[in-house]
T-cell receptor
Framework: AQKVTQAQTEISVVEKEDVTLDCVYETRDTTYYLFWYKQPPSGELVFLIRRNSFDEQNEISGRYSWNFQKSTSSFNFTITASQVVDSAVYFC??????????????FGGGTRLMVKP | EPEVTQTPSHQVTQMGQEVILRCVPISNHLYFYWYRQILGQKVEFLVSFYNNEISEKSEIFDDQFSVERPDGSNFTLKIRSTKLEDSAMYFCASNEVSGEPPNYGYTFGSGTRLTVV
């Protein structure tokens, strides 16, 4: 069975600080996909990144970066120089490929990030 | 950029009434999903739909729920007799799953907030 754990339920930082959101996953599949979504106060789910299990390269997109480590089953998300607009709930999610390419996403419990001016 | 469209954005219904939540997935996507998020909690998988039938469903998706793709473009979730605990945000998603490796174009709609009173 697949499981995603986001141990940090809430993080508060001051603007311009760097912040890392942790995500640990469990799966028995060798092929899987990891995602991060942002949920602002308006409620929609905004796609941030998708990573395949066979691609361990870290990724950087502007102030966002992701560190994927299969050895520790972690897919952590770092925001550099945080801004007030980064305040949101962030969800990590996992999809096992298995035999069904359209498999569901399993979400972690989310981390609420509050960036104070 | 293609979008998943959900209507209505907010629906209030009386306990025991039937509701139908509507979604228009991205046109070339093949997999369709419904997820639920009770206020303040994580996003939970309800059901996936492929080739005009349910491919996977969670234990939440009991006999009170049904899904349909009535006309080749809309994808609906029906709750037959709503309960107070059905109050939640309901997200529709669609997925492309093409290419090698599969290109997971997993896109969520902006959600329908269902309030059962």
């Amino acid at each position: 069975a697949q499981k995603v754990t986001q141990a940090q339920t809430e993080i508060s930082v001051v603007e311009k600080e760097d912040v890392t959101l942790d995500c640990v996953y469990e799966t028995r599949d060798t092929t899987y996909y990891l995602f991060w979504y942002k949920q602002p106060p308006s409620g929609e789910l905004v796609f941030l990144i998708r990573r395949n299990s066979f691609d361990e390269q870290n990724e950087i997109s502007g102030r966002y970066s992701w560190n994927f480590q299969k050895s520790t089953s972690s897919f952590n998300f770092t925001i550099t120089a945080s801004q007030v607009v980064d305040s949101a709930v962030y969800f990590c999610a996992l999809s096992e490929a298995g035999n069904n390419a359209g498999n569901m996403l399993t979400f972690g419990g989310g981390t609420r990030l509050m960036v104070k001016p | 950029e293609p979008e998943v469209t959900q209507t209505p954005s907010h629906q209030v219904t009386q306990m025991g009434q039937e509701v139908i939540l509507r979604c228009v997935p991205i046109s070339n996507h093949l997999y369709f999903y419904w997820y639920r998020q009770i206020l303040g909690q994580k996003v939970e998988f309800l059901v996936s739909f492929y080739n005009n039938e349910i491919s996977e469903k969670s234990e939440i998706f009991d006999d009170q729920f049904s899904v349909e793709r009535p006309d080749g473009s809309n994808f609906t979730l029906k709750i037959r007799s709503t309960k107070l605990e059905d109050s939640a945000m309901y997200f529709c998603a669609s997925n492309e799953v093409s290419g090698e490796p599969p290109n997971y174009g997993y896109t969520f709609g902006s959600g329908t907030r269902l309030t059962v009173v």
